[in-house]
Nanobody, 120 residues
Framework: QVQLVESGGGLVQAGGSLRLSCAAS????????MGWFRQAAGKERELVAA???????YYADSVQGRFTISRDNAKNTVYLQMNSLKPEDTAVYYC??????????????WGQGTQVTVSS
C-alpha cells in the first residue's frame, strides 16, 4: 500500500515548461513501477509516461521527445519534466503506482491529480 501526492501543476504558455512531482509514502518505494496519466476534458485517461523499478521508461507518442520521467528512490519521488508544452497537453495529470504493471491502466494506487493548463 502506498499514498501518492502530486504537485507542480499550473498555468503556462505554449512552449514553456513545468515539472510535476509525485511524493510517495508507505511501503518501499523502490519496489513500485510508477506512471503518469492525464485526462483532458472530454477525453479518456491516457498513459503519458511510465518508469519501472529497473528505470526502464515508456512514453506516449504524443509526448516523445518533450517529456521525461525520472525517479529518485532516496526521496520516494517520481518526476515528470514537461518541455515544449502545447495547448493539447492541458489536462489533469495523475501519478500512479503498481508492483506488477507499468504500461497499462491497471495501476493499483493513484494520486488525486494536478491541473496543467497550457495557453496558446
Amino acid at each position: 500500500q502506498v499514498q501518492l501526492v502530486e504537485s507542480g501543476g499550473g498555468l503556462v504558455q505554449a512552449g514553456g515548461s513545468l515539472r510535476l512531482s509525485c511524493a510517495a509514502s508507505g511501503r518501499t518505494f523502490s519496489n513500485y513501477n510508477m506512471g503518469w496519466f492525464r485526462q483532458a476534458a472530454g477525453k479518456e485517461r491516457e498513459l503519458v509516461a511510465a518508469i519501472r523499478r529497473t528505470t526502464t521508461t515508456y512514453y506516449a507518442d504524443s509526448v516523445q521527445g518533450r517529456f521525461t520521467i525520472s525517479r529518485d528512490n532516496a526521496k520516494n519521488t517520481v518526476y515528470l519534466q514537461m518541455n515544449s508544452l502545447k495547448p493539447e497537453d492541458t489536462a489533469v495529470y495523475y501519478c500512479a503506482a503498481d508492483l506488477t504493471y507499468w504500461r497499462t491502466g491497471t495501476y493499483n494506487y493513484w494520486g488525486q491529480g494536478t491541473q496543467v493548463t497550457v495557453s496558446s
